[in-house]
């Protein structure tokens, strides 16, 4: 990971609404990284859609050293805070201005829904190399995800990936 730091000023913005899954920060860190914040995540395709390794090492060493906890919620990993007044001050007020648009437009989305919106992102800017149209983006995801999202689910969320400018 290219700045820890960032990382963990990040995950204090994220925090502020709910208590996240990992899955959940995987995307919302995948989504700023995508507007310009670069974290050097390294995000590959993952059952789960986009996931960074070295973001997930990022989380367990931040536990381990008393920054967050992770506890298992039935499915899911929840993240919370140990102290939430404490956290870098790093981001520059562009950077944070990213973080806070991402948190507005996607922060209170599933992480299913999440799933899907940078799944969707993952192949079009990724995998298509930002050449494929609409349908050849719906019907790639359709084949990683199988039968986990409908068409028309898919194609309303590209939708929205195209208007946000992820997708051109």
């Not at 039935?74 to 993240?79: A, Q």
């Not at 507005?104 to 190399?129: P, Q, S």
């Amino acid at each position: 990971m290219k700045n820890y730091l960032m990382c963990e000023e990040i995950l204090h913005y994220i925090c502020q609404a709910e208590e996240p899954g990992k899955k959940m920060v995987q995307k919302l860190m995948y989504l700023m990284e995508r507007k310009g914040i670069d974290l050097g995540l390294n995000f590959s395709i993952h059952f789960y859609g986009p996931y960074s390794a070295s973001l997930d090492d990022a989380l367990h060493a931040l536990e381990a050293q008393g920054i967050i906890n992770i506890s298992i919620d039935h499915l899911t990993h929840k993240i919370t805070p140990t102290d939430r007044n404490n956290y870098p001050h790093v981001l520059t007020d562009t950077e944070k201005d990213v973080v806070l648009e991402v948190l507005r437009c996607f922060g209170a989305k599933t992480a299913a829904d999440l799933e899907a919106y940078t799944t969707l992102d993952y192949v079009a800017h990724t995998m298509l190399r930002d050449e494929g149209t609409a349908e050849q983006v719906i019907q790639d995801v359709l084949k990683i995800k199988s039968k986990k999202f409908s068409y028309d689910d898919l194609l309303e969320k590209y939708q929205t990936m195209k208007q946000l400018d992820y997708i051109s």
